[in-house]
């Protein structure tokens, strides 16, 4: 069981800041990796950004530049620092963890957890 805990979305104007934050608790064994996908309204759900490791992270080239994902010490946080925000980047954004985690029997699974996605706006 994973839980996901986002915050830090909002109403910003356009070439703005907003911060995403995303926690990730339960009985998780180790991550293998957090993102950001977003979805807006009738488009399909893409991936923004992506992290394994501090060496290792992945941009949707829409956001390359403007947008950077890092992780706080434990490696339980994600965080999608936005910048220059445009109106185009208005939508609904979800965190994504894939981990490794620890039954009540002691078995051990890979899952896919989601958040339930955090309005971010942007006014032109």
């Known amino acids: 069981q994973v839980q996901l805990v986002e915050s830090g979305g909002g109403l910003v104007q356009t070439g703005g800041s907003l911060r995403l934050s995303c926690t990730a608790s339960?009985?998780?064994?180790?991550?293998?990796?957090m993102a950001w996908y977003r979805q807006a309204p009738g488009k399909q759900r893409e991936l923004v950004a992506r992290?394994?490791?501090?060496?290792?992270?992945n941009y949707a080239d829409f956001v390359k530049g403007r947008f950077t994902i890092f992780r706080d010490s434990a490696e339980r946080t994600v965080f999608l620092q936005m910048n220059s925000l445009e109106p185009e980047d208005t939508a609904v954004y979800y965190c994504?963890?894939?981990?490794?985690?620890?039954?009540?029997?002691?078995?051990?699974?890979?899952?896919?957890?989601w958040g339930q996605g955090i309005q971010v706006t942007v006014s032109s």
């Open positions: 339960g009985s998780i064994f180790s991550i293998d990796a």
């Open positions: 994504n963890v894939d981990s490794l985690v620890v039954t009540d029997s002691g078995a051990s699974r890979y899952v896919i957890s």
């Open positions: 992290i394994f490791s501090e060496r290792r992270k």
